[in-house]
């Protein structure tokens, strides 16, 4: 392997440590907890599991949580009418409402309803168009994450040419706004394009956002790369004894040829809660009108 592993794990650790510090100093100075309410609708296993972590995370960071788990059954105006109620709590600095809903209610009708001041997620189309005009705005979590990763591996990425494969509004998109923001070149890549490939090998950084195991191949990369995998795929073991879980890049011949890269998991996994306290902190800062001290 020649690739310098970048442990996601460490540095979100790291992360989650300064934001408890900078909560301790908000709560003694100005007598303000961050609040962060989760919502879960239904039942899913996965979705249940973030929730628990997230739940944890916030605790630990020193932060009020609020969980709020909903039968699958409820309606799509019970739900808005929650998120009115977490809207004008006080006490509520950051509102997360976990993805995917159930079919029957609209997803934009959620994300829309959330004070953008409060959406950690950075999913509100106030803050979708604050951070892709260079306006501040909550940056979403994952893409946060993947940035610091990147940059703590190659630090300064003015010119560089970086290609996300994935253009979800979720991952894809503000990845590729961030990096243009860091005067990287960015080329996106999708189900559509053509020699995939070959648009790859292109890339000083290569993220992959797309959920589907292993595609990118050794082959893709161009040598000293640095490669984030964003890609969560749970996947049969070889030898049909249960499940793991693997990115969407094929890591041991991606990692004979990247000059770095993230692992599956303990990547870019980790830092997405941490990003999302990292985002409950400043929109709480925001809110009660004090300086954030520098987190990242
Ligand atoms: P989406 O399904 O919303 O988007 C996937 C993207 O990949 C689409 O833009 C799609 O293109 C593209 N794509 C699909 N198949 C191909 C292909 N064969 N070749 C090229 N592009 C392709 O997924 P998300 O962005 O939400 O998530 C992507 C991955 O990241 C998933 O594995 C997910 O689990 C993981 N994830 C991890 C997080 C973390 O905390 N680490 C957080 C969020 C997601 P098109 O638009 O043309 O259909």
């Known amino acids: 392997m020649a690739a310098s592993l970048i442990d996601g794990k460490a540095t979100s650790q790291k992360l989650r440590e300064r934001i408890a510090t900078a909560v301790a100093r908000l709560k003694q100075d100005h007598g303000v907890t961050p609040g962060l309410a989760v919502v879960l609708v239904g039942e899913d296993p996965a979705s249940q599991i973030y929730v628990k972590n997230k739940a944890r995370q916030t605790l630990e960071a020193g932060m009020a949580s609020f969980e709020h788990r909903l039968s699958a059954a409820i309606t799509e105006a019970e739900l808005l009418s929650l998120i009115a109620k977490l809207n004008a709590d006080p006490a509520v600095h950051g509102i997360l409402v976990q993805l995917p809903l159930p079919a029957h209610i609209g997803e934009k009708a959620v994300i829309e309803s959330i004070s953008p001041g409060k959406d950690v997620d950075g999913f509100h189309p106030e803050n979708v168009g604050r951070v892709a005009t260079g306006e501040g705005g909550v940056v ?22 970086a290609v996300v494969i994935g253009r979800s509004n979720i991952v894809g998109k503000p990845m590729a706004q961030l990096l243009l923001a860091h005067h990287c070149t960015v080329t996106i890549a999708h189900s559509r ?21 292993e595609m990118v191949k050794g082959d893709w990369i161009k040598p000293g790369a640095c490669v984030i995998d964003v890609g969560i795929n749970r996947v049969e073991k070889e030898d049909g004894q249960g499940h793991k879980v693997v990115g969407d890049v094929a890591f041991s011949e991606a990692s004979d040829v990247a000059g770095y890269i993230t692992p599956v998991p303990g990547g870019a996994g980790p830092m997405t809660i941490a990003c999302l306290l990292a985002n409950t902190y400043l929109s709480t800062c925001r809110t009660v009108g004090v300086p954030p001290v520098d987190i990242f």
């Open 140 to 161: 979403p979590c994952t893409p946060l994450g993947s940035l610091m990763l990147i940059k703590q591996a190659l630090g300064d990425i003015t010119g560089k040419n």
């Open 193 to 213: 394009t053509r020699d995939i490939a070959s648009v790859a090998r292109t890339a000083d950084i290569l993220v992959a956002a797309v959920g589907r195991p």
